[in-house]
Structure formats: structure tokens, C-alpha cells
């Protein structure tokens, strides 16, 4: 569950059009509290937009998603799901930092959700229940510190915290994986996929593009530079990151398919479960593009 602050810091990184402004700083200026957050903001922001907009989504190492158990294939077990340290970036362009293993006890979290939520996971033909794991960023109040109380009756010791951690939000998510008609080259996480056709383009565009062979990588490249012309024609904001904030700054780290027959009698079982931790997206940096070339 998400606390105001954290709501607050949603919604203005996944307000991707809105121009970012920073402090004038200037000799007798009176500065209070809202000027030094804006400071924060501002360069924060730039940082996440740079990540989002030319880094892409994705992980870069680690966050392996497993599990732990041994029974029986016939019987319900203990099965704990694990996500092992690592580093990436989310949906909105922040940072993702996981130092540390964590684990949820599976058969535990299936009996807390309802049929009705389940059945959002539930493939009928296939007798499988998809799980997908997801990461985000979290902002994490935390060094509580006394503090003037602003309101009547509020505390004669109230306390506020005197620091915002960068945390991180894991969450299980019953969903039927996409089918094939999603897929495509989707450089922003939030945004449509790039066309795979070629708009119309200028006589003079045209010819420029006819000058170059048509195998070469500079026509490949220059084509789909004529497409990413077009990629945003929608606009720099989308419905998707402004009606649901949560769900936009999402990284999928991996699918899990559960065998079943019935979403009210599940066999929490390993030999029943299967993980794929390829179906999330990477993050390609320069050092692995120079490893990749000295390899073809």
C-alpha cells in the first residue's frame, strides 16, 4: 500500500511532458520549505527522465527470481519464492537497487487473494494459473525525528521522518502472459511500441533514404530514425501513466505458471511450478555491446 508520499512521487515521475523547473538562487531571496523540495525534484527528475528516455527499462544484472523446496509432486508444500540482488531500472526511469535476497512464502500469498483475482491469471485451455513478479521504486519515510506539532490536539511529541529512503516494492500479480500481437520494439516502457512500417515520408526524405544500399546498416539505421520521427506523434504523456500510476512504473521480473485444474484447490508444489526469468527486459549497456562485438 502506497503512503501519500510515495503516491505524490508517482505522480510527478510519471508526469513525463510537464517542463522541469529549478531554484534562482538570488542574494537576500527568502527560500522555505517548498523551494528546497522543488530543488530535489528538479534534479531527480532529470535523472529518472534521462534514464527513461535514453537508458530504457529493464534489468541490467541480478534480480533472479527462484524457489526453494523439496516434497512430493502430489503434495501441497512450504514453497518459497526468492529474488536475489541486482540492479535495474523501472518503468518510470528510477533506479531499482535490491541489496539483499527476499522471499515470500507462495502458498501463503495464494490463499490471501480472492477467486476473483486469481482468475485474471487463470488459462483454462492450458490448466496453468500465470503469476507475473514485479519491481518498482519506493519512497521509504524513515529517521523519525521530533518535530513542531501544526495542528491542535495533534501530539505534544509528534515526530515526522527527517529522511526519504530509496526503497523498493515487490509485488505477485496474476496475469495471462501477451500474446504475439504485443510484441514489438518498445524502446519506452509507458509508451506504444514503435511502428514496424515506414511512414510516408517527403519526396526529399525519400530520396535520402534511396541514396543509401538498401541492405546497409546505415539504411536500417536511418529507417528507424524515420520511424521514432513519428513514435510520439500520441504526445509525451500517455492514459496509461497518468490513470495508473502504479502500473506504469512496474519492471516484470519474471512470469511463474502454476499447474492447475481448479484456482480453489491449488498444489503449492515445485515440481508443478515453473520460472521465467527471460521473459523481462534487459538493459543493454555500452560494455556489453563492446563484449557482443568482440564476439561475432
Known sequence: METNDDFTTLEQDATLAEPLRRVAYEAGMMLGLEATRDEQAYHRRRLNRHHYWLQGHGTLAGMRVSMESLANPDDSVAVRLLVGPGIGIDGLGREVL??????????????AQSEEDLREGYDDAADKLWLKVCVRQKDCPVAQQPVLARKLNLSTDAVQPSRTADGVML????????????EGYRPWANHPPVADVLPTLTDAEQATLAALAAESPARA??????????????????????????RGARLLLARI???????????VNPERI???NLARPFLVSASQLAWLARQS
Open 98 to 111: 535490491i541489496h539483499e535476497t527476499y522471499c515470500v512464502d507462495l502458498g501463503r500469498w495464494l490463499a
Open 171 to 182: 509485488e505477485l500479480i496474476p496475469e495471462l502472459p501477451p500474446g504475439d500481437d504485443e
Open 221 to 246: 539505421q536511418l529507417e528507424l530514425h524515420a520511424r521514432l520521427l513519428h513514435a510520439l506523434d500520441g504526445g509525451i504523456d500517455t492514459r496509461e501513466v497518468n490513470d495508473q500510476f502504479e
Open 257 to 267: 505458471a502454476i499447474e492447475t485444474t481448479d484456482v480453489n484447490a491449488l498444489v
Open 274 to 276: 515453473e520460472i521465467n
